[in-house]
Structures are given as structure tokens and as C-alpha cells.
């Protein structure tokens, strides 16, 4: 209804008497670009920053492993889509692709290495999800728990990668 009130005023505005609405249009105070130099003439007086995430807001402990949580759930949900798709296409079953990496080689050293990269995404994700089941009953949310509970999450992810690696 306010629609067609209002569309039905802009026509008679328009159509009948354009000098009237003419005489009620009144010019713009100042431009976009005037704007935008007075915003960064304030910002200057105040000496604010042009970014607050590099100078106000440095890398800490949760801030990194919030990121790093998101990371291997995407890269764990991506691993094992692959790891299941190529299991359908490719010819073939999974021993023959096992006897094809013993007859690499390939050192130890590295194949540890490997073995650890694996886990340790699997694990951060495990105890950092724990971690997380913790906040979702309301525990750990001061901020010396928070780091507390961070480094505990580190060291187990840690410990547990290479225990699994060492398997």
C-alpha cells in the first residue's frame, strides 16, 4: 500500500507539477570524495591505524589455533573424500598400492615423516575438538586457561602424532 502511495505521488510530482518538486530538492551537502577526505583527515588527527590487524591485534596462541583447527578439518574432510574416490576409480585394491611404496625404498627417516604428516592434522583436530567440547560446557574460557588449555592441546597433538607415526 505504501508502495503504490508513494509511487503514485512521485508520478503526480513528475507528470503535473515538476516545478514543485524541483523547488523541494535540495543539493547535496558535500561528495562522496569530500567524505572520504574527511575520514581520513579525522583518522590522521587521531593517529589511528590503517589497519587494526597489524597493529592492534598480534598473533597469539588462540587466534592461531582456531585457524589451524578450520585448516585440517578442511584438509581431513578433503583427505579422506580423495583417498575414498580414488579408492573407486583407480584399478586395483589397497595392497598393491601398499607393495608399490616398499619397493620405493624409501628411508626410514622418511617414512616416518610421512607417517607423522598424516597424524598430526588427524590428532590437532582430535584434542583441539575435545578442547572445544570443554568451552561448549562452559569450562576454560579465562584466559590463562585458554593458553593453559592451548599448550596441553599442542603438546598432546605432539606426543600422540609421533606415537602413531612410531607405529
Not at 8 to 36: D, F, I, N, V, Y
Not at 58 to 81: C, D, E, K, N, Q
Not at 150 to 157: A, H, Q, R
Amino acid at each position: 500500500m505504501a508502495a503504490l502511495l508513494l509511487r503514485h505521488s512521485a508520478r503526480q510530482c513528475l507528470l503535473l507539477r515538476p516545478s514543485l518538486c524541483l523547488r523541494s530538492a535540495l543539493p547535496m551537502g558535500t561528495t562522496a570524495k569530500q567524505e572520504m577526505e574527511r575520514f581520513w583527515d579525522k583518522n590522521s588527527r587521531l593517529n589511528r591505524p590503517l589497519s587494526p590487524h597489524i597493529s592492534i591485534y598480534g598473533w597469539s596462541l588462540p587466534m592461531m589455533m582456531s585457524i589451524t583447527h578450520r585448516g585440517t578439518g578442511i584438509a581431513l574432510s578433503a583427505g579422506v573424500s580423495l583417498f575414498g574416490l580414488s579408492a573407486l576409480v583407480l584399478p586395483g585394491d589397497y595392497a598393491s598400492y601398499l607393495e608399490l611404496v616398499k619397493s620405493l625404498s624409501l628411508g626410514p627417516a622418511l617414512i616416518y615423516s610421512a607417517k607423522f604428516a598424516i597424524a598430526f592434522p588427524f590428532m590437532f583436530h582430535t584434542w583441539n575438538g575435545i578442547r572445544h567440547l570443554a568451552w561448549d560446557l562452559g569450562k576454560g574460557f579465562k584466559i590463562p586457561e585458554v593458553y593453559q588449555t592451548g599448550f596441553i592441546v599442542l603438546g598432546l597433538t605432539l606426543l600422540s602424532a609421533a606415537g602413531i607415526a612410531a607405529l
